[in-house]
């Protein structure tokens, strides 16, 4: 008994040593953004704390223009619920005929997300940039937008989910006069809430924090996104880097928000796709 106590202890601190480590680089991003500017990246854990560095960012530092920051935080806002809108929009759409409806060429249709899926996305960046510009939408909302509108593993996660549901349900809807548009938006949506959250959290992250396609796709300062000025931070804003913590802060507390206010339907979600 003594000794299954002891294994049990010297498990619980092993998992809080690990979990503390994993933790940690956060926690130190946190306190540096708020650290002394005397002490910032000097101490392990900062003594003393001031809000100077999200006074620097929000009043415009010493050029006293807070645009770049402020602009550049709307910038990532507007780009990524517009990408994610579109890519849950097209993936319920495709998803919805791929797993219920019967069309010639599905199986293709099907078995092409499948392999897209493994395809190299640099391959496509050369040519999706070179598309963007000759139609004119290089630095514009629109060309952030548009290329990140499909994302073919939302596809193939809603896909699998609407397969699962009984297909009795549709068949009385259509019975009931339902089209299919009413179907998916009435009854399959509500019924797909779970994985609907798990799919939301990472499609809305990983547009966040896209650093590649917004630094090729945007010129201007106006267009900037926050993670593109961050990166940049090592250039012009490298002898501030109380602020550049405080920008990195910035970046995540969206993405925190969301996860602790989804975070129920996102446990459940995750669940599914664990099956």
């Known amino acids: ?5 002891k294994n049990y202890i010297g498990r619980y601190l092993i998992a809080t040593l690990l979990l503390l480590i994993m933790v940690y680089p956060f926690i130190y991003l946190i306190l540096n953004s708020f650290a002394d500017w005397t002490q910032v990246d000097k101490k392990l854990i900062p003594t003393e704390f001031t809000l100077r560095s999200y006074e620097w960012l929000l009043t415009g530092g010493d050029v006293g223009i807070a645009r770049p920051w402020l602009n550049a935080f709307f910038n990532s806002a507007i780009v990524s619920i517009a990408s994610t809108f579109l890519m849950m929009l097209i993936g319920i759409l495709v998803s919805y005929a791929l797993s219920k409806l019967v069309f010639k060429g599905r199986d293709f249709v099907n078995n092409f997300v499948l392999f897209h899926m493994f395809f190299p996305a640099l391959i496509l960046l050369i040519p999706t940039f070179l598309l963007i510009e000759r139609v004119g939408l290089y630095d514009t909302y629109l060309g952030l937008i548009i290329p990140k509108a499909v994302s073919l593993w939302a596809i193939f996660m809603y896909t699998n989910f609407f397969r699962a549901i009984p297909d009795t349900f549709i068949e009385a809807a259509k019975l009931d006069g339902a089209s299919n548009l009413q179907i998916l938006f009435k009854i399959i949506l509500p019924m797909s809430k779970s994985i609907t959250t798990v799919i939301f959290l990472f499609l809305f992250t990983e547009r966040w924090t896209e650093l590649l396609w917004d630094m090729i796709a945007a010129r201007s300062d106006d267009m900037l996104t926050l993670n ?5 931070m090592f250039g012009p804003y490298g002898g501030y880097p109380g602020p550049m913590y405080a920008a990195s802060v910035l970046l995540t507390i969206p993405v925190i928000i969301l996860f602790l206010f989804f975070s129920k339907k ?8 664990l099956k």
Do not use: H, N, R, Y
């Not at 593109?228 to 940049?232: A, D, E, H, N, T």
């Not at 996102?266 to 796709?273: L, N, V």
């Open 228 to 232: 593109v000025l961050i990166s940049q």
């Open 266 to 273: 996102f446990q459940e979600g995750m669940q599914f796709t």
């Open 1 to 5: 008994m003594v000794g299954a106590k």
